[in-house]
């Protein structure tokens, strides 16, 4: 498997098509994922993130953290986790002011960061959303998406609060370890159904 910088138009066409907001965020950097047989399996992108004190609480600015924004694959890729560890080191070799990166898993999408979770990241936290999603076309969607909508079809759309966010953190400066070990939490879990 093989990873290199993502054009803008593999980013757009990723996110577009292979990832269930079908947003594009804002990146940072991103990286192309191809599978052994050299086929394109999407993009792994990675910003600033939408909070600039997303940092804060780990006593770091703007330039010193980045969270992994969408994981925009196909699947044809071998394997999730390796694509996701070529990434994170990656970022490590092309940022080296990036000392720690930060996802979410979305609980409304019945995700508990099971790639998290493959590649040793430290869930930190488990958050109640106060923002709201419509359900469209099949989905439910970010309200943002609702701006390029006329009025009429606004009125047709159901809506229910958002679910809230699984938080994940992942060290990319050693010295940060102790922290994220001290932070860190008993992995989520999906109950079982008996």
């Known amino acids: 498997m ?5 054009s803008r138009k593999a980013i757009k066409y990723a996110c577009m098509k292979f990832h269930y907001a ?6 940072a950097i991103a990286y192309s994922v191809f599978n052994k047989k050299n086929e394109w399996c999407g993009v792994i992108t990675f910003g600033y993130g939408a909070n600039c004190y997303l940092g804060k609480s780990y006593d770091l600015q703007q330039g010193q953290f980045l969270e ?9 890729q071998e394997s999730t986790s390796k694509a996701m560890s070529i990434a994170m080191r990656l970022v490590k070799k092309n940022c080296p002011t990036v000392k720690l990166l930060i996802s979410y898993a979305d609980k409304g999408q019945n995700h508990y960061g099971t790639i998290y979770q493959a590649t040793n990241w430290f869930f930190v936290d488990e958050s109640e959303s106060s923002g709201i999603e419509g359900f469209y076309k099949g989905k439910w969607r970010h309200d943002r998406f609702a701006s390029s909508l006329t009025k009429e079809q606004k009125a047709r ?6 679910s809230g966010k699984r938080k994940y953190i992942f060290p990319l400066d050693k010295k940060l370890l102790p922290l994220c070990q001290s932070l860190s939490k008993k992995f989520p879990k999906k109950c079982s159904k008996t």
Not at 68 to 76: C, S, Y
């Open 22 to 27: 079908e947003t594009v965020p804002i990146v």
């Open 68 to 76: 992994l924004t969408r994981m925009a694959l196909n699947g044809k």
């Open 157 to 162: 759309i159901k809506w229910r609060k958002k």
């Open 2 to 6: 093989i990873l290199r910088k993502a």
